[in-house]
């Protein structure tokens, strides 16, 4: 079974890039497949299951854009592509207001602070468990969808892509269906497929040796066809050993009632991290997604405790919107909590004397003020770092969970795929988590998904339909 015809623009994956990117090309008059894994007309995909946050690094896309580019540039490490981090910076409001007047979403404030003006209505519930259709980003899903038919272009579901190759001057796409292969060829091609997240054997090889002891806190959609694809048309790959994701109790592994929430970043962010010896192992400061990554790439990323006291567990326990305390204990996650430091340690199963040595020696160095002069540094952190003397004391065992990894397919500021010892491949592009530069990185920086998303969806919508249009791709 083979499809004859011949497309303008060809989209690899359904989420909110693909689709945007998509739609924007058959806007600008592309003829337009997205080809889809799902095949129900609810798919799974991490775009579906988010919480509906459209922010960058914690940072309003939709005020002023120098200040926010010189914010951004300002956090961003140098492993980070600086230029590519300043195009999404300056297009990101005119996407949010895109998707606003062509997708319908219903932007709302959601929190006091200056970022949290763009959630998506109605937004899903602060508890555990996913509750997401009929949620701010299904129903935006639904409508670029919607749209995109609309336009003329054409939302294939049930399609795997499983190769890509050339035709002359065309993309050519095959792709297993219920019904047998098929093929696509298109002048242009968009990876949006979502990065690696779910693909057991990538994330060992990238990310951890220990990949099945992480929580998969995603959609199970993402299993890496353009990191693994886009090489053999000589793509170039950023590094890949990055991941947007938070700690959560290690009940979370059998007891999916237990993510995406509650997280256990701000108590371990305030308390320690610790393992079964007693022993700090990894830097607990900084913010969550870098302890988060951290932590998978230990031996062992479940051998570890969160510890803290009470006047932890009555603050930042009790801090995000769907906070530890009460929820985790409501839930049946595993908490242990004693009167003395060497009591918590047995309950554990922690080394006793090492533990009580360790949180001596870590509460020594929050009273001098020198958190650097600790076996292993804590970094400043957005959490301050407290020590941990009130009684009860309290120990979580916790581990890793993965959303969407940060590395990938290498492109410029303007969605082209760069290629193998310089310059771009003139026609393919990417776009969402299948892209690298723009998060990662040795810290672990976090850009933002959704918005990051749909921002490049955009731009390589209209990247795309220059190409088709004019053969210009820079």
Not at 15 to 22: E, F, K, M, P, R
Not at 46 to 54: E, I, L, P, V
Not at 356 to 383: C, D, H, Q, W
Request: glycine share 14%.
């Amino acid at each position: 079974m083979t499809d004859t015809s011949m497309y303008d623009v060809a989209v690899v994956g359904g989420g909110l890039a693909g689709l945007t990117t998509g739609w924007r090309a058959a806007q600008l008059g592309c003829r337009v497949i997205v080809v889809e894994q799902g095949a129900d007309d609810l798919y799974a995909c991490n775009s579906r299951y988010a919480g509906g946050w459209f922010h960058l690094a914690f940072q309003d896309p939709t005020g002023d854009v120098d200040a926010l580019v010189n914010t951004l540039l300002g956090m961003a490490p140098d492993d980070i592509n600086h230029p590519l981090i300043e195009s999404i910076a300056r297009n990101a409001g005119r996407t949010l207001a895109w998707l606003s007047e062509h997708g319908r979403a219903r932007f709302i404030r959601g929190g006091p602070l200056n970022w949290h003006k763009n959630l998506l209505a109605p937004p899903r519930p602060p508890r555990s468990r996913l509750v997401w259709p009929g949620r701010g980003p299904d129903l935006l899903i639904r409508q670029l969808g919607v749209g995109l038919s609309a336009a003329g272009g054409l939302l294939a579901r049930g399609h795997c892509v499983e190769r890509i190759g050339r035709e002359g001057q065309s993309f050519v796409v095959g792709c297993r269906t219920a019904k047998g292969e098929t093929q696509v060829t298109a002048r242009a091609l968009v990876m949006a497929d979502g990065g690696f997240a779910a693909n057991l054997l990538q994330l060992e090889e990238r990310i951890s040796r220990q990949a099945a002891k992480i929580l998969q806190r995603n959609a199970g959609a993402a299993q890496g066809t353009g990191v693994t694809l886009a090489p053999k048309l000589g793509a170039a790959l950023t590094e890949t050993k990055s991941f947007y994701g938070h700690l959560h109790s290690l009940d979370a592994i059998i007891d999916s009632g237990l993510w995406p929430y509650p997280t256990i970043d701000y108590l371990a962010l305030a308390g320690i991290v610790v393992n079964k010896a007693g022993d700090r192992f990894i830097d607990d400061g900084r913010d969550g997604v870098f302890v988060t990554n951290a932590l998978a790439a230990v031996e062992n990323p479940q051998d570890a405790f969160a510890v803290f006291d009470s006047a932890i567990w009555e603050s930042e326990g009790r801090e995000v919107r769907a906070p530890c305390n009460p929820l985790l204990k409501q839930l049946g996650g595993t908490m242990f909590t004693a009167p003395t430091l060497t009591e918590l340690a047995g309950q554990a199963g922690i080394d006793r004397d090492r533990f009580v040595r360790t949180i001596t020696v870590y509460n020594g160095a929050v009273r001098s003020g020198n958190m650097e002069t600790l076996p292993v540094p804590k970094s400043p952190a957005k959490k301050r770092a407290r020590e941990i003397s009130r009684a009860p004391f309290f120990a979580i065992p916790i581990c890793p969970g993965i959303t969407h990894t940060m590395g990938g397919i290498a492109i410029n500021p303007q969605g082209a795929v760069e290629c193998v010892g310089g310059g771009v491949i003139p026609g393919l592009f990417a776009a969402g988590s299948t892209v690298g530069g723009a998060e990662g990185g040795r810290d672990s920086f976090y850009l933002g998904g959704l918005c990051k998303a749909a921002t490049l969806g955009l731009m390589c919508g209209e990247s795309a339909a220059q190409f088709v249009t004019t053969g210009l791709y820079q």
